[in-house]
């Protein structure tokens, strides 16, 4: 099962980096992606990338202050979050498929369990 880690408390402005595992799975051949979903609102997709080719997706909300990233021989995804904003406040998590497409209509439509894998979160608190 996919962990994602490093959320935590950080004052708006401030950076974090949140990591994600992705054992059992060569991140060449899978597509990735990064959910949040932020306290009585639904989930929503923030960030895809497709390690064997580079492609990547970002939401409207988070373009040009997130950055997805992997590690693929060992097996990791990243998330780097700039600027935070209180908006950003939320429990973010990892996800895999084999799909690019697949991914990148899951993250419009905020539909992460209709990935093959995703999993336990990580809670990112961004104070005012």
């Known amino acids: 099962q996919l962990q994602a880690y490093g959320g935590g408390l950080v004052q708006a402005g401030g950076s974090l980096r949140l990591s994600c595992a992705v054992p059992g799975a060569s991140l060449y051949n899978h597509v990735t992606g990064w959910f949040r979903q932020a306290p009585g609102k639904e989930r929503e997709g923030v960030a895809c990338?497709?390690?064997?080719?580079?492609?990547?997706w970002y939401s409207t909300s988070v373009k040009g202050r997130f950055t997805i990233s992997s590690d693929a021989a060992n097996g990791m995804v990243y998330l780097q979050m700039d600027d935070l904003k209180p908006g950003d406040t939320a429990v973010y998590y990892c996800?895999?498929?084999?799909?690019?497409?697949?991914?990148?209509?899951?993250?419009?439509?905020?539909?992460?369990?209709?990935?093959?894998?995703w999993g336990k979160g990580t809670l990112v608190t961004v104070s005012s």
């Open positions: 990338l497709s390690s064997g080719d580079g492609s990547r």
């Open positions: 996800a895999v498929d084999s799909s690019w497409p697949n991914m990148v209509v899951a993250a419009r439509e905020g539909k992460p369990d209709d990935l093959h894998y």
